[in-house]
């Protein structure tokens, strides 16, 4: 009988472990995953977890029988540290040993942590249920609160705790918000969103310190100016988690790069999720290979590398993963869906609505070519474009076709 592990017991890993199932593997099935839950959802952690309005029943990932049903020999609360291709063996943190046929590596991403950042009462970070837990305890009418780091996450942050009554400070080094994922035009019309909502969003400045002794007080800037906290979350981004497989041979560069079968060298071992870096099919001629850290991609990946893997153990032709990468995030009463790619470089056309009114729909173009869309609240004209973003299509013809879609909506 074949044994296959996967290290990662999160929403790759689950995925690949039903579809391993529902494709027939028979043999043993192992998840190793570093947190003591059952795998849950973590979009809700900075949203209806944050606000209160869930409790941790409702973001399991899947329910209990439904988890039963695969089988598995489920490993939790502990920690893969190494990993030897040459034997297919995973070593755990108590030093026990792993044997593996297939392997399928999900461990995703850890947060990323100041150098100098303090670990006192009231300073918190985001990527757990139980870092979300502490954060959520904190949260409460009138309680000051400074974010550091205007990505998706701080910003969901910032209006999750704006929304329960706390006055929310963001700082961001960059000069607007969320410039590395969409740009520094959108990323100032989605930051006027937060202080048309009462958030003091602070650009291009840098954080000296994190003040308190035993509980949080405050975030000194370089320029001087202290602002008061008493809860600060560091959201400054997450790294993809692979020192635990540093010295395993596997080539590891800001995650572990694979090809775009998703096999990561050795012919038994794949990867999926967050953790993941490969060459997708349709943005290889701008982005060689690309990691990207949003739900739709992790759970997709998840079932491509386990259909890959039993293709591999049945002598089986393998299936390259391209897709479009869509992430969607909700702030406020703004819901912000992005298909595609966003580059530095990119060209930013407002098609549709209006920014000023927040709520507006942008195409990205870059070389000429249609490489994302974003809308802010204008669900009906995201979703549609995939199939542009798909082929390659010029930023006049994407143009056209926006025109001519506004055109019937006006009708
Ligand atoms: C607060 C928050 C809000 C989000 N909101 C959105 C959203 O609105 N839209 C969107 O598209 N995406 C969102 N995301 C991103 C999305 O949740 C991730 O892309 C997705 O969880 C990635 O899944 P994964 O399985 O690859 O990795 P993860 O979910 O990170 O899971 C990896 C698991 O592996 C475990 N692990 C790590 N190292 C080891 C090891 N050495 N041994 C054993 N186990 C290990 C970790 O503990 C973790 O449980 C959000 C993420 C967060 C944190």
Redesign the pocket.
């Known amino acids: 009988m074949e044994t296959i592990v996967i290290?990662?017991?999160?929403?790759?890993?689950v995925r690949a472990a039903e579809t391993l199932r529902t494709n027939g593997f028979a043999g043993a099935l192992t998840i190793?995953?570093?947190?003591t839950h059952m795998p849950y959802?973590?979009?809700p952690?900075?949203?209806n977890f944050l606000a209160g309005d869930w409790e941790a029943d409702r973001i399991a990932l899947r329910k209990a029988d439904d988890l039963s049903a695969l089988n598995i020999n489920w490993m939790l609360g502990?920690?893969?540290?190494s990993l030897h291709t040459d034997s297919s063996v995973v070593t755990l943190a108590d030093g026990s040993q792993v044997p593996y046929d297939g392997l399928i590596i999900?461990?995703?991403?850890?947060v990323r942590r100041l150098p100098n950042q303090p670990d006192i009462a009231g300073v918190h970070v985001?990527?757990?249920l139980d870092d979300?837990t502490a954060l959520r305890d904190e949260l409460a009418e009138g309680v000051r609160v400074v974010v550091i780091g205007a990505g998706?996450?701080g910003l969901?942050v910032a209006a999750t705790a704006t929304k329960r009554g706390a006055r929310v400070t963001v700082l961001e080094g960059l000069e607007a918000p969320l410039i590395r994922a969409l740009g520094a035009e959108t990323g100032t019309a989605i930051g006027a969103v937060h202080a048309r909502n009462g958030v003091d969003i602070r650009c291009g400045v840098q954080v000296a310190s994190i003040n308190g002794d035993q509980c949080v007080s405050g975030v000194t800037l370089t320029n001087g100016d202290t602002i008061e906290a008493d809860v600060v979350v560091v959201g400054i981004g997450v790294a993809p988690?692979t020192q635990?497989c540093s010295d395993s041979g596997l080539t590891i560069s800001d995650g572990i790069v694979c090809d775009a079968n998703l096999n990561a060298g050795p012919a038994n071992v794949f990867v999926?999720?967050?953790?993941l870096r490969w060459p997708n099919g349709m943005f290889k001629d701008i982005e060689p290979t690309m990691r990207v850290?949003?739900?739709?991609?992790?759970a997709e990946q998840?079932a491509m590398a386990a259909k890959n893997l039993l293709a591999t153990l049945r002598n089986e032709p393998m299936e390259p993963y391209s897709a479009v990468p869509?992430?969607?995030?909700?702030q406020f009463d703004a819901r912000i869906q992005f298909l595609g790619r966003a580059f530095e470089s990119s060209t930013v056309d407002v098609v549709a609505g209006d920014v000023a009114a927040g709520r507006w729909c942008a195409m990205f173009s870059t070389n000429d070519r249609l490489t994302g869309v974003l809308g802010v609240s204008m669900p009906k004209l995201v979703m549609p474009s995939r199939a542009m973003l798909s082929t390659y299509t010029s930023r006049y013809d994407a143009l056209q076709h926006f025109a001519a879609v506004v055109a019937a909506q006006n009708k």
Do not use: M, Y
């Open positions: 290290v990662g017991a999160s929403l790759a890993g190793i995953g570093a947190e959802d973590r979009p952690l900075s949203k502990t920690s893969a540290t999900a461990t995703g991403g850890l985001l990527r757990t979300a998706f996450i969901e988690a635990w999926a999720g967050d953790v850290e949003h739900w739709t991609n992790a998840g869509f992430f969607w995030s909700d």
